[in-house]
């Protein structure tokens, strides 16, 4: 690994997490005219066919075998179920409510990593998750609505939260047998397969909705799915499922700066103060433990 493939692996994950940041504004409009199946299938299909015409051009292959576990996991859990649960359950939750249950998913990668990965759980990593969840929290209660909570709605943002989970810690072993294209491009083909039962909705929904809807469920596809998922996978395959897990607790407080620009919706004084909580909980589980130095020094050898 040469010494630029880890700035290149943090830019990555840094344009992911602003890319599916600015998901959040185009599913807020695409979703008052496409339902949560169609709006899944119609940014999967997106998806699918421009990273399919990238794995044509570059030949990149049929993925070996050892693959492709990691693929077909990811592909129906974080491509497929995820994107409909995560489209259903913010038509049956306020966004606060939404945005807290979902935010459980770094947790969960952070456990997946340590027992499915043997990855190791720092008091950094700790500290960082446990503060930048509680910018998220205070984020998602500054965003609540008018107390719109249901049972389906909070089943349906844990179920997202969880298949986002194991999707990304199922990613990690196949990237080491497959380029993260090659992960990402599959994934989002077995993930639209799987929706295809919704087709027959999408084309009468899509033959109904405005252009501009119909625009931001292609930009779905091509920037936040196939550009960020292809970006996600090249920075995982450099580090570790708990710490890149970490980076997405940026996502609410971007959703609140996003929100301001495109939407006009002006951020609340807790919602910027849960941002900057978001912040300092990323940079604190980015920080490195420090090596405990050699106790009782080197052991003089023996003549």
Known sequence: MTSRTPVLAVVAAGVTVLLWASAFVSIRVAGEFYSPGALALGRLLAGALVLGVLLVATRSGWPARAAWPGIVCS????????????????????????ALLVNIGPVLIALLGVVWLGERLTGWLVAGGLVAFAGAAVVGATMAGPGHVTWVGVVLCLVAAVTYAVGVVSQKPALAHASPLQVSGWGC?????????????????????????????????????????????????????????????????LVVGLSWVLLGEVPTAGGLAGGVLCLVGVALSRREPRPRPAVGGPVPAVR
Do not use: K, Q
Request: hydrophobic letters at 60%; aromatic letters at 14%.
């Open 75 to 98: 592909g129906l859990l974080w491509f497929g179920v995820y994107m409909v649960a995560l489209n259903w359950g913010e038509r049956e939750v306020d966004a606060g409510t939404a």
């Open 189 to 253: 083909i077995v993930g639209a397969v799987a929706c295809l039962p919704f087709a027959p909705v999408l084309v009468a929904e899509a033959a109904a909705a405005p252009w501009w809807a119909s625009a931001n469920v292609v930009y779905l596809g091509v920037f936040p799915t196939a550009v960020a998922f292809t970006l996600w996978g090249f920075a995982l395959s450099h580090m570790s499922a708990s710490r890149l897990g970490a980076t997405t607790y940026l996502v609410p407080a």
